[in-house]
């Protein structure tokens, strides 16, 4: 009782009892949007040939409350639907998806603080649906703290060189790789270059939003 009065449950629009009601649910439609080379170039996104969201915050205004509940609010049982919103998503960005994907990893400390990696329990959740296989080929090797509170240049700066192939890891030539949102794309680019300086050709995005 006592929790329940401190941390009550709250659906996306702050409706009491219900993290999501049915409305909610249905309102979470898939509206993608695909950046490529040239867009991501002009971002100053070097490593990252391709981008496909199952929506952005403008178009899809509930998607920024339904992340911040999956997140922060640690919430995993969200993974599931929007894992399944990024997979149909998937199936316009793509004719024939690569089948190796790779979810963007947290620093322990940060995986260890929420319980879980968003983006791990993401790409198990598209996998599923699109007999893809989910390989950990990154490692992150130091904490960025938190990107959100800083202006573009400082993640770029904050972001770089902080990750690296895990020495078991066998990295193929076309790799997607999975997170939940992507702002600036300066941790996903960094992912993105690390893969290409141990051997893939091309790698790919697949985000749930664009922020």
Same mark, same amino acid.
């Given at each position: 009782?006592?929790?329940? $009065?401190?941390?009550?449950?709250?659906?996306?629009?702050?409706?009491?009892?219900?993290?999501?009601?049915?409305?909610?649910?249905?309102?979470? &439609?898939?509206?993608?949007?695909?950046?490529?080379? &040239?867009?991501?170039?002009?971002?100053? $996104?070097?490593?990252?040939?391709?981008?496909?969201?199952?929506?952005?915050?403008? %178009? $899809?205004?509930?998607?920024?409350?339904?992340?911040?509940?999956?997140?922060?609010?640690?919430?995993?049982?969200?993974?599931?639907?929007?894992?399944?919103?990024?997979?149909?998503?998937?199936?316009?960005?793509?004719? %024939?998806?690569?089948?190796?994907?790779?979810?963007?990893?947290?620093?322990?400390?940060?995986?260890?603080?929420?319980?879980?990696?968003?983006? %791990?329990?993401?790409?198990?959740?598209?996998?599923?649906?699109?007999?893809?296989?989910?390989?950990?080929?990154?490692?992150?090797?130091?904490?960025?703290?938190?990107?959100?509170?800083?202006?573009?240049?400082?993640?770029?700066?904050?972001?770089?060189?902080?990750?690296?192939?895990?020495?078991?890891?066998?990295?193929?030539?076309?790799?997607?790789?999975? %997170?939940?949102?992507?702002?600036?794309?300066?941790?996903?680019?960094?992912?993105?270059?690390?893969?290409?300086?141990?051997?893939?050709?091309?790698?790919?995005?697949?985000?749930?939003?664009?922020?």
């Amino acid at each position: 009782m006592l929790l329940d $009065l401190l941390f009550p449950t709250r659906s996306l629009t702050g409706r009491e009892g219900e993290w999501v009601t049915m409305e909610e649910l249905s309102a979470l &439609h898939v509206e993608p949007v695909i950046l490529r080379t &040239h867009r991501l170039r002009s971002m100053g $996104l070097h490593a990252l040939d391709r981008v496909v969201a199952a929506g952005s915050y403008d %178009d $899809l205004p509930l998607l920024r409350p339904a992340i911040h509940t999956f997140k922060y609010r640690r919430i995993g049982l969200f993974a599931q639907p929007l894992g399944l919103l990024m997979s149909e998503a998937s199936h316009r960005g793509w004719t %024939d998806m690569p089948p190796v994907l790779c979810p963007v990893p947290l620093h322990w400390t940060r995986r260890f603080q929420r319980g879980f990696n968003q983006a %791990d329990l993401l790409a198990r959740a598209i996998a599923g649906d699109r007999q893809c296989s989910v390989v950990p080929l990154l490692r992150r090797t130091r904490s960025t703290g938190h990107q959100a509170w800083r202006a573009r240049e400082e993640r770029f700066r904050a972001i770089e060189g902080s990750f690296t192939i895990r020495s078991s890891a066998t990295v193929p030539s076309s790799v997607v790789l999975v %997170d939940d949102l992507l702002t600036t794309g300066a941790t996903m680019d960094a992912c993105a270059a690390a893969l290409k300086k141990a051997g893939a050709t091309r790698v790919e995005g697949l985000v749930l939003a664009l922020g």
